[in-house]
């Protein structure tokens, strides 16, 4: 169970700016709730054309919404779409680790009167909204009668949504509800055959028939997805589509209204299921009262992300905050902890969690949900190598790259433990320690933070002088030199960068213990990132130590972080260029014929570099020539002959690089430039200041958004960025 900061709510309701009305009683006047500065920060409008979401590039172009680490997520209709109107377009829902989308929109209301079907838009067209925590959507029917859709999600498997009918009227009315929806089905076999509907007694529900398409589709044939009615219904199923409809039709008298109440689950098991049912009897019994604790949550988290946030940056706050809500998967499958993915608008990155995604996530998160943010790092933990493996007791203290809801025992393709990812554990495990003062946290993960260190040197110091290398593990996947090159790439998180590239020169060497057991493979080339992370994290883990009263073992963390850190001063700045850059394993020599990435300007975000070396690699990140693009900080230099604007790490421009820049021109007194720079960012980058998403990256000389929408880092960095922490 996660739990949340509360702010009181009448504070908490101020900070927000109004953002989220108490609900009305069903007898109250209606008052209309004050417009919110935090409405449609992203454009959620969008019904599905197939089940298969994602264009040419695998990327959804329907935003949707989801809250509490639920699996399934929904979007809103775009005005004028008449067919969509009284749902909500979805869900989109996880088969286990892929989107799909079940239907175009599977629980549409529809209200009658006298055997007659009202127009929901009798009295002009509806409006559609989203707002921090919910959906909403607002029908006038005319003739004295409006209707109100409101979608929120009561607990991590179940939306609860409430239809609020009322009378503006000076007579009586007495009307009827029923609800229809129809499968999308995929369009192959056998992902077509899965998805089959079921009448219930008080609802409809879907079952899932067992696929195992490691690539497209995962299904055990337990997943299922249910309506489930708080008012007495009856359903009727043909073939695709069904129909509910309440046994009792409803009289409201003049200033009267009736909530349609029900809640849509999706859960993955048969004792989800049971657990589910009950949680769900409990939330229609006491619909007012989820509404609340929802809407307090939402007024927490609002609070918590735009505290410290210049007013016109506010809205750019809160759309982080729902990027990063809506990506959040609670515990399920082989995750065991509630994190965040890095997208559930692209294919790939739905499913699984990454490890120092999920490192620089935590940092954004701890702002509005600590728990949340402890929880995300547990989840990478709970799978870090134990010295007891059977299968890789070579690599304990080792997390893995990618984590997923099936592990390659269970047939899964994308959980990836060939590699690991950056280490900045330590980093994230502090920065959420410093918002909960969680001693117990801090006990909880020291020591495996410290076997994550042992692990670096044991098996990525091929030489063993204290200054270690990217590499690969010893797996079937990494069965020749190249594969072990570019496992290697992605373990330093920056794949195709130029200074991996094997045509300049980049190869794998392999590791070995004393006794000549194998351990791995590094690169030939010692990275001034890892080797600049490595000194922080020890850092770090000296305060760790130290906040835990372990003085002794905080100097020795100490002590070793300024090794580190002097060695990566001395043996990895180029003077001639002013510029820090991988070295050549066992020279030393700088590798500056590869060109200046922005991997050299972690020194100064890691307080490594010396003040003379800082100057130089602020004089790159401030020349427009260098660093200072339109979008400032592309990966690499737009001098360097690799430069290439859109080619993924090569030239883009990454919100979690642009945070070290910027942390690191603050930490050595460049605020001046770190505040241009900033604002350059936040203004250029496309969709930032609109209703657009966050992306994965972007084109420095444009601006344009490149890959991967509603990207989890970028929306976590986005937020000490805007509160210009450093």
């Known amino acids: 169970m996660i739990r949340h900061r509360h702010l009181s709510a009448l504070t908490a309701l101020l900070l927000a700016g109004g953002a989220l009305a108490a609900p009305q009683a069903a007898s109250a006047p209606h008052h209309p709730a004050p417009p919110s500065p935090y409405a449609d920060v992203l454009d959620l409008h969008g019904t599905p054309a197939a089940a298969l979401p994602g264009d040419d590039e695998d990327n959804n172009p329907v935003t949707v919404f989801a809250d509490r680490g639920a699996w ?24 286990q680790e892929y989107p799909w989308w079940l239907s175009k929109s599977f629980s549409r209301i529809r209200l009658t009167e006298h055997g007659r079907t009202l127009d929901l838009a009798g009295g002009g067209t509806p409006r559609f909204t989203s707002l921090p925590g919910r959906l909403l959507q607002t029908y006038d029917l005319g003739r004295g009668l409006t209707l109100s859709l409101e979608l929120r999600f009561a607990t991590d498997r179940s939306a609860l949504v409430r239809a609020e009918v009322r009378n503006t009227g000076t007579v009586p009315r007495t009307l009827g509800a029923d609800w229809t929806g129809s499968l999308l089905r995929p369009a192959d076999k056998p992902m077509r055959d899965a998805p089959s509907l079921t009448a219930t007694r008080s609802g409809v529900g879907v079952d899932f028939a067992k696929v195992r398409e490691t690539w497209d589709y995962l299904t055990d044939g337990t997943e299922r997805f249910e309506v489930t009615h708080k008012d007495p219904v009856r359903t009727t199923v043909n073939g695709d589509t069904y129909r509910t409809e309440a046994t009792e039709p409803v009289t409201l008298a003049p200033g009267r209204s009736h909530s349609f109440d029900w809640t849509e689950s999706y859960t993955f098991t048969a004792a989800e299921r049971t657990r589910e049912q009950a949680r769900t009897r409990g939330v229609l019994a006491r619909p007012a009262s989820a509404v609340a604790a929802a809407d ?151 020591p495996k933070l410290a076997a994550y260190q042992a692990w670096w040197y044991r098996n990525r110091d091929h030489d063993h002088n204290g200054l270690a ?140 570099a010396s003040t003379a070396q800082a100057r130089a690699v602020r004089d790159k990140l401030t020349d427009p020539a260098e660093f200072a693009t339109a979008v400032p900080f592309p990966t690499v230099s737009k001098s360097s002959p690799y430069f290439s ?63 991967s929408p509603n990207f989890s880092w970028s929306a976590a960095l986005l937020l000490p960025m805007l509160s210009g922490d450093k």
């Open 296 to 446: 307090s949550r939402w007024r927490g988290y609002v609070a918590g992300v735009t505290q410290g946030v210049p007013a016109d940056r506010r809205r750019t706050a809160v759309k982080s905050l729902e990027t990063l809500v809506t990506n959040w998967r609670s515990a399920a499958g082989q995750i065991k902890h509630d994190g965040i993915t890095p997208s559930i608008s692209y294919k790939w990155f739905t499913g699984g969690l990454w490890a120092w995604d999920t490192w620089k996530q935590a940092v954004g998160t701890a702002r509005f949900a600590p728990d949340l943010a402890e929880s995300q790092i547990r989840s990478m933990f709970d799978r870090q190598i134990r010295p007891d493996s059977t299968v890789r007791p070579q690599d304990a203290g080792m997390i893995p790259d990618a984590i997923f809801y099936n592990d390659p025992a269970r047939g899964g393709g994308n959980w990836n433990e060939r590699n690991s990812k950056p280490p900045l554990a330590a980093w994230a495990v502090w920065e959420v320690y410093a918002k909960t003062g969680d001693k117990a946290f801090l006990r909880e993960m020291y």
């Open 645 to 707: 604007p859109t080619a993924y790490w090569r030239g883009p421009v990454w919100f979690d690089q642009a945070y070290f820049a910027l942390g690191g021109l603050r930490r050595y007194g460049y605020d001046k430039d770190a505040k241009a720079l900033t604002d350059r960012l936040l203004t250029h980058a496309s969709g930032l200041t609109g209703n657009g998403p966050i992306m994965e990256n972007y084109d420095p000389t444009t601006g344009a958004p490149l890959n």
């Open 469 to 608: 290398e990217y590499g690969a593990t010893v797996d079937a996947a990494n069965d020749s030199p190249e594969e072990r090159r570019l496992a290697a790439a992605w373990e330093s998180g920056m794949d195709n960068a130029p200074r991996f590239d094997a045509g300049l020169g980049t190869g794998v060497v392999a590791n070995r213990a004393d006794d000549g057991t194998l351990l791995g493979y590094s690169l030939d080339q010692e990275s001034v990132d890892l080797n600049s992370y490595l000194a922080a994290d020890q850092g770090y883990l000296a305060r760790i130590a130290g906040a835990l009263g372990r003085r002794a073992e905080a100097d020795r963390w100490q002590h070793r972080s300024a090794a580190t850190a002097t060695a990566v001063r001395t043996t990895m700045y180029d003077p001639a260029d002013g510029w820090f850059h991988d070295t050549a394993l066992g020279t030393g020599v700088p590798l500056t014929a590869r060109g200046r990435g922005i991997e050299g300007a972690v020194p100064l975000w890691t307080g490594t």
């Open 72 to 95: 399934h997520a929904y979007a809103l209709p775009k005005a004028g779409d008449k067919d969509g109107y009284g749902g909500f377009p979805g869900p989109l829902y996880i088969a």
